[in-house]
RNA sequence: UCCUCAGUAGCUCAAUGGCGGAGCAACCGGCUGUUAACCGGUAGGUUGUUGGUUCGAGUCCAACCUGGGGAG
C-alpha cells in the first residue's frame, strides 16, 4: 500500500498553541501545497476568464477540475491524449478533480441513484450517462490530476435520518469500490466523509474513512444549504475524528469567514466557486467585508477592490474603471474582480498559515471576523 | 398650407369604455466539491395639453402642442 503514496507526503509544521489550528505542507508530483490552502475551482479545465498566467499570478498552488463535466465534454480520453489535464490545460501545478458526487446532489432533478452508480442527464441535451465508482475512477486516472477524489452520494439539507445513512452507507462501499478500481500511483484519492447533519453519521463516516490508508480526508455533505452554526458544529464534530497527520479537506467551502471558521476547527484544505461566480456577479471581496461593483457609490471611486490588495486588478485598476466595464457588459470587469478574489482568499489563506506559525491565529481570527462582519 | 400616422415609466412597447402593465435601463440584495456573466427584490406615471361625451376615458369626440410619413 506504501507504494501508492511514494509521490506524496503530507508534514504538519505546526499546530497553533491555542486553537489548534494546522499549518502544514502537502508534497505532490506538481509541487508543495502550503496549508491551509484556498482552491480555485475550474470546473470545465479553466478558471472561469482567468488565464493561465493571471493564475499564476494569484499564487494559486492549486486548482480543481470536474470529472462529470469534462467527461462530457472535452471527454477524458482526449484529456489523455494531450497528456492529461496538466499538458491539456497547460498548467504545471497541482490538480485535483472531483469525483462527481457534488453533481449527485446538485443535479438532483437529472439523477437516478442505485446501488451500481448515478445514471445523469447531461443538463446541454439530455443524453444519459451513467457513472459509477469505477467510470468516475477511470474517468480521473484519464484526466491525471494530483489529487483524485472518492466518488459519493452528497445528500441534500435537510435529508431524514434514514436517506442520510442510506447515503453514507453507499459512499462507503463506493470508496471500497474505488480503491479497488484505483491504478494509478501518481494521484493521491481522498476519500470523503459523509453523514449529513447527525453526529452518530458523522462519527461512523470519520471512523470508516480514517481506516481507510491515505494521503489526504475530505469532508463532504456541508455548505449545501445549512446555517453557519450548523455547518461549524460538524466541522468542528468530524474534523477531529480524521487522522492528525494528514490534510483535511472540507469541500465546497467558502467564505474568508468561513475560513476562519474552517482553519480553526482543524481544516487544511478549502475550494469554492464563489471567488470566481461572485466575480461575475459583479461581487468582491475586501477586507472588511464583500461589496459590490454595481453600487452607485463606486462610479467615482479612484481606489482599489481592496486597498491592502496586491493583486493584478489592484495595483492597475480603480473601482469607477472596473464599474464602468461591468455596467457596460464588458468581460474584463468579471476577469479582473475574479483575479482579485482569486487572490484574495489564498492570501488570506496563507496569512492563516503565518499567523498559525507565529502561534498567534486566535487574534488572526478575532481581528479579521470583527474586520469582516 | 393640407392629408395621414403616432404621442403611456429613462428607453422600446402592452392595456374590449371598467383597479395603467411588461421587457430593458436605474437602485439594492443573494450566490459555498459551478446546470449560474445568474437569480431575486425595490423604485419609477397628472397616459402630450385643454375642453367635451359618459355612471366611468389611456381608450370615444374637438381643438391645440410635438414628432414621423406623404401631398402641394
Redesign the pocket.
Known amino acids: 500500500m506504501n507504494e501508492v503514496f511514494d509521490n506524496f507526503s503530507y508534514k504538519l509544521v505546526h499546530v497553533d498553541k491555542k486553537t489548534g489550528a494546522r499549518a502544514g505542507v502537502l508534497h505532490t508530483p506538481h509541487g508543495d501545497i502550503l496549508t491551509p490552502i484556498f482552491m480555485?475551482?475550474?470546473?470545465?479545465s479553466t478558471?472561469?476568464?482567468v488565464t493561465n498566467n493571471n493564475l499564476y499570478d494569484t499564487g494559486a498552488q492549486i486548482i480543481?477540475?470536474?470529472s462529470?463535466?469534462l467527461y462530457l465534454r472535452a471527454g477524458h480520453k482526449l484529456i489523455e491524449e494531450f497528456g492529461g489535464i496538466h499538458g491539456w490545460m497547460n498548467w504545471n501545478k497541482p490538480v485535483?478533480t472531483?469525483?462527481?458526487?457534488?453533481?449527485?446532489?446538485?443535479?438532483a432533478?437529472?439523477r437516478k441513484i442505485s446501488e451500481e452508480g448515478v445514471e445523469f442527464r447531461d443538463?446541454?441535451d439530455g443524453k444519459k450517462h451513467f457513472i459509477s465508482p469505477e467510470v468516475s475512477m477511470e474517468i480521473q486516472q484519464s484526466i491525471g490530476a494530483d489529487i483524485i477524489?472518492?466518488?459519493?452520494?452528497?445528500?441534500p439539507y435537510p435529508c431524514d435520518y434514514d436517506t442520510a445513512k442510506e447515503a453514507m452507507e453507499r459512499t462507503h462501499r463506493w470508496l471500497e469500490r474505488c480503491i479497488k478500481a484505483k491504478t494509478s500511483v501518481n494521484q493521491a484519492l481522498f476519500p470523503?466523509c459523509?453523514g449529513a447533519f447527525y453526529d452518530d453519521l458523522r462519527r461512523e463516516s470519520a471512523a470508516f474513512v480514517s481506516s481507510i490508508p491515505a494521503v489526504g480526508y475530505?469532508i463532504?455533505?456541508?455548505?449545501?444549504?445549512e446555517d453557519?452554526d450548523t455547518?461549524n458544529h460538524f466541522v468542528e464534530f468530524t474534523a477531529p475524528l480524521l487522522p492528525h497527520d494528514k490534510p483535511r479537506y472540507l469541500?465546497?467551502?467558502?467564505?474568508p469567514?468561513?475560513l476562519l471558521d474552517g482553519i480553526k476547527r482543524g481544516i487544511d484544505m478549502?475550494?469554492?466557486?464563489?471567488?470566481?461566480?461572485?466575480a461575475?456577479?459583479?461581487?468582491f471581496f475586501t477586507s472588511n467585508g464583500?461589496?459590490?461593483i454595481?453600487?452607485?457609490?463606486?462610479?467615482e471611486d479612484p481606489k482599489p477592490l481592496d486597498e491592502s490588495c496586491d493583486c493584478y486588478t489592484c495595483k492597475n485598476h480603480t473601482r469607477a474603471y472596473i464599474r464602468h466595464l461591468y455596467?457596460c457588459?464588458e468581460?474584463t470587469a468579471?476577469a479582473l474582480i475574479?483575479i482579485h478574489n482569486i487572490k484574495f482568499l489564498i492570501d488570506f489563506s496563507q496569512k492563516a498559515r503565518q499567523a498559525i506559525l507565529e502561534d498567534r491565529f486566535e487574534e488572526f481570527y478575532n481581528e479579521n471576523m470583527e474586520k469582516l462582519s
Not at 98 to 107: C, H, P
Not at 220 to 225: A, N, T
Not at 251 to 255: D, F, I, L, P, W
Open positions: 480555485p475551482v475550474g470546473t470545465n478558471v472561469k476568464l480543481l477540475a470536474n462529470y463535466h485535483l472531483d469525483s462527481g458526487g457534488f453533481q449527485v446532489f446538485s443535479l432533478h437529472l443538463p446541454k477524489m472518492a466518488f459519493d452520494w452528497c445528500a470523503i459523509q475530505a463532504g455533505g456541508l455548505s449545501v444549504g453557519k455547518m469541500m465546497g467551502v467558502g467564505t469567514e468561513d478549502f475550494d469554492c466557486v464563489l471567488p470566481t461566480r461572485n461575475r456577479h459583479g461581487s464583500k461589496s459590490q454595481k453600487n452607485a457609490s463606486y462610479q455596467k457588459g468581460g468579471q475574479s
